[in-house]
Structure formats: structure tokens, C-alpha cells
């Protein structure tokens, strides 16, 4: 589903991205882990373009993003992505959140929209909120609007970006627990996360970045719980 082969992105004159090599094969949980300023969110965003590499391919799907002549648009429309920061429009209600990028970007009528937005909303365990505005829900409850927007475009592919790094501790684990049932229903995921709990029982393989580079990989019983580079056991012992 993503292939990255020797992955480079500089800002300026500072390379943040080192040559990046990583597969996601479909069905898969991938968790990225590391340090803040690592490249984590850089690799993300070259997913799907947010930045342009600058050398290497990507392909999501077959479809090469850094191939200038592909339709970046719609790779994109097959691409969920979930941040920190849930970014709902705060003058719509948590339905009409999921409806707008349906009804425009997808052209699905009203009532379509409408019902795959509730149908998603009852996924994310918020058939109750469908009126309520943004800030009439807490972090949680808008982090799963946030994934049910995505969910609502029926994308191939979710990016989450450490999801629930802005929530308080006690609502971290309704969003975790959406994120884990995605995941048992095969949905492929790439996710930056500092949960290690969540990457060790979720994840099929682990990945370690420390200074734009891949360190260690492998799968979690290996990464997390018996990392083999002195860098991924500095940082495990920092964060656990
Ligand atoms: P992480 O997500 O692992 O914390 P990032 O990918 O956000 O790391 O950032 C990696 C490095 O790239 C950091 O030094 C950051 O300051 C730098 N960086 C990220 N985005 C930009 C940008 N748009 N312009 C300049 N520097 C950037
Ligand atoms: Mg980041």
C-alpha cells in the first residue's frame, strides 16, 4: 500500500529526512516511533504530499505521488489523515463535519453524505453528538470526529499523527480503543505515536527513527520490548 525507497527531505539547508526505506503492505499497522524532531511528521506528510520530497519515491496504491504527472488529488482522496490538532470546522456541528469534504470533494448528494456521516459517527461511539457543536466536545470526543471525517471518504489508507499527544490523560484511551478497532477491521495504518502500550499490542512492526533516519525495526515484541540499538533503548527508557 506505501513503498518509500531512499526517502530524502531538507528544509533549507537542513536535512531532516536521510533516506527513508519502508513498506506498508495492505491490512498492516505500522508504528513510528522517536524523538521530537526525529522526521516523523515529515515522513508522514511526504505520504501525501503535504511536503515534497526531496529525493526517492513514494508510492501509495501503485500510484507514484513524486511522479510529476500523477493526479495528486485523487491519491490523496484515498489517503485518511488524523492529527494532533483535530482541525473540525468549529461553526459546523459534528455531522456536518463529516458531510462537507463528502459532498464536495466526493460529489455525494445530502442524503448520502448524511447517512454514511452517521454511520460513521456510530462507529466512532458518537451517534449521541451529531448536533453538538466542536466546542461542546472534549478533546476525545472531536479526536474522533476528527477520524470519523476520514473514515466518512472511505479512504484506503490512514496516517495518524500522533492522535492523542494534545488529549488529556483520561480520554486517551476512547480514541486509542476507535484506532484499535480500525485496526481489527484491517484498515492499513501508519501511525506516529508515543502510546508504547498501543504500539506493542497493535502494530505488526515497529519502526524507530532517530535523526531523519530508520534505526531499528522490527516487530513490537522486538523494537519495544527487546530494542537491540543503544539509541531506540535510550529513548524507550525515557518514554516508558
Ligand atoms: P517529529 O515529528 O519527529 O517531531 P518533524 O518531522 O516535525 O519531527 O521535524 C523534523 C525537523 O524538521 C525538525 O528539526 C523541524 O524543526 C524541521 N521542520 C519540520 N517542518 C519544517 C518546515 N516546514 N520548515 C523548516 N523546518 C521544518
Ligand atoms: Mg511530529
Do not use: W
Request: glycine share 8%.
Amino acid at each position: 500500500m506505501i513503498r518509500i525507497r531512499g526517502l530524502h527531505k531538507s528544509f533549507g539547508g537542513l536535512e531532516v529526512l536521510k533516506g527513508i526505506d519502508l513498506a506498508v503492505e495492505r491490512g498492516q499497522v505500522v508504528c513510528v516511533i522517536g524523538p521530537s524532531g526525529s522526521g516523523k511528521s515529515t515522513l508522514l506528510r511526504c505520504v501525501n504530499l503535504l511536503e515534497e520530497p526531496t529525493s526517492g519515491s513514494v508510492t501509495v496504491g501503485g500510484a507514484e505521488v513524486t511522479d510529476p504527472d500523477v493526479d495528486i488529488d485523487r491519491v490523496r482522496r484515498r489517503i485518511g489523515m488524523v492529527f494532533q490538532a483535530f482541525n473540525l470546522f468549529p461553526h459546523l456541528t459534528a455531522l456536518e463535519n463529516l458531510t462537507i469534504a463528502q459532498r464536495r470533494v466526493l460529489r455525494r448528494d445530502k442524503a448520502e453524505a448524511v447517512r454514511i456521516g452517521r454511520d460513521t459517527l456510530r462507529r466512532v461511539g458518537l451517534t449521541d453528538k451529531e448536533t453538538a457543536y466542536p466546542a461542546q466536545l472534549s478533546g476525545g470526543q472531536q479526536q474522533r470526529v476528527a477520524i470519523a471525517r476520514a473514515l466518512a471518504m472511505d479512504p484506503d489508507l490512514m496516517l495518524f499523527d500522533e492522535p492523542t499527544s494534545a488529549l488529556d490523560p483520561e480520554l486517551v484511551g476512547d480514541v486509542l480503543a476507535v484506532m484499535r478497532a480500525l485496526a481489527d477491521e484491517g484498515m492499513t495504518m501508519l501511525v506516529v505515536t508515543h502510546e508504547m502500550s498501543f504500539a506493542r499490542e497493535v502494530a505488526d512492526r515497529v519502526v524507530f527513527m532517530d535523526d531523519g533516519v530508520i534505526v531499528e525495526e522490527g516487530g513490537p515484541e522486538q523494537v519495544v520490548a527487546a530494542p537491540r540499538h543503544p539509541r531506540t533503548r535510550a529513548f524507550l527508557t525515557r518514554v516508558l
